[in-house]
Every structure is written in structure tokens, then in C-alpha cells.
């Protein structure tokens, strides 16, 4: 079956498999021909729970913030505005939602996400804490999403996104669906 051909500022790359949906894009695992990177294309489809602005600049400007503040998260490595695409590097591992399915959550890895509040919540910032948005590669949790909100407690690591890091009761009702 024939590979999808995506386009970043006129730099073809072939579609390897597709990632995943989220609020804001579909991301692609795609290649060069000698190295993989994820292709986020921006898309339109509503979304009841949360409002957008300009998608692409809200990313562009969320990974300054993260970066500023220090989180590990993967390289931006290209955007193309006209069509709406993100090239960024490729943290190959598994996510803590597959870990956390298989019990494999280490302690370590909730070290590193609790050192990661402490860069995010004196800078007054969000991360989306559900599972799928982390890897771990080599034993180093990354955030592989630039999405960043102002802080607010209700959607908090503490109040909102530790209900997901283990065989909770939501984590258990989130992957029946």
C-alpha cells in the first residue's frame, strides 16, 4: 500500500503510521529516508470542552513557554504555515498510558513529573497531564505536547491528572471507550 507524502515548507516526508487524534491535530509518524520525526497537521474539527484561538500560533507560543520554563519536551525542528503542520522530533518509547495498562509506572517517573510542577506552577502554567501525552525514553519522562493553560487548581497534576497515572476508576472508564 502506497505511503502518504507530507510537505513541511516544500521538504517531503513519508507517512509511517498515524499516532494519534488530538483536540488540535493529528500527529504522523513520518521519515526523511534516514531519520523519523512527528508531523502534527493542524485541524478544524470542533471540540465541545475546549475553545481555540489561531491553533498553530497557540502551539508556536506554547512551546516558547515550555521552553522557557525548562520542561522536557521534544524539538521543534520546522513549521510551515500555510499548511499548518509541525515538525518535531521523534521520542521513540512508551507512553505512560501504556505503562500504566501493563503496570509499569515507576516511582521515578512520578519524581519527574512532580519536577516538572515545580518549573510549571511558579510560572503559573498547565500542562495536559493525561498519559498519553508522555513518553519515556532511556528512564526520562518527556511531554510530548506543547498545549500549556494558565494554572488553575481544578486542572491540576493533583486535582486532575494523577486520576490517570495509575488504574484509577476514570483511567479504567477512559480506555472501556
Avoid at 503496570?103 to 498547565?126: C, D, T
Wanted: contains cysteine; proline residues 3%.
Amino acid at each position: 500500500m502506497p505511503r502518504n507524502s507530507l510537505n513541511v515548507n516544500e521538504k517531503s516526508f513519508t507517512e509511517i503510521k498515524l499516532l494519534g487524534k488530538g483536540k488540535g491535530g493529528y500527529s504522523y509518524l513520518v521519515t526523511d529516508g534516514k531519520n523519523e520525526f512527528v508531523l502534527k497537521q493542524i485541524h478544524h474539527d470542533p471540540c465541545d470542552y475546549y475553545k481555540f484561538g489561531n491553533k498553530l500560533e497557540a502551539e508556536l507560543n506554547d512551546y516558547r513557554r515550555l521552553k522557557e520554563v525548562g520542561i522536557s519536551i521534544p524539538e521543534m525542528i520546522d513549521f510551515d504555515g500555510k499548511t499548518e503542520r509541525i515538525l518535531k522530533e521523534y521520542i521513540k518509547g512508551s507512553t505512560i498510558y501504556d505503562l500504566v495498562l501493563n503496570g509499569e509506572v515507576k516511582e521515578s517517573y512520578l519524581e519527574q513529573i512532580r519536577a516538572m510542577l515545580k518549573l510549571l506552577y511558579p510560572a503559573k502554567l498547565n500542562i495536559d497531564y493525561f498519559p498519553t501525552n508522555f513518553v519515556v525514553q532511556n528512564e526520562i519522562l518527556y511531554y510530548i505536547d506543547y498545549e500549556c493553560n494558565s494554572y488553575s487548581e481544578e486542572w491540576n497534576f493533583e486535582n486532575w491528572g494523577i486520576k490517570y497515572w495509575s488504574k484509577t476508576e476514570e483511567f479504567m472508564a477512559y480506555n472501556k471507550t
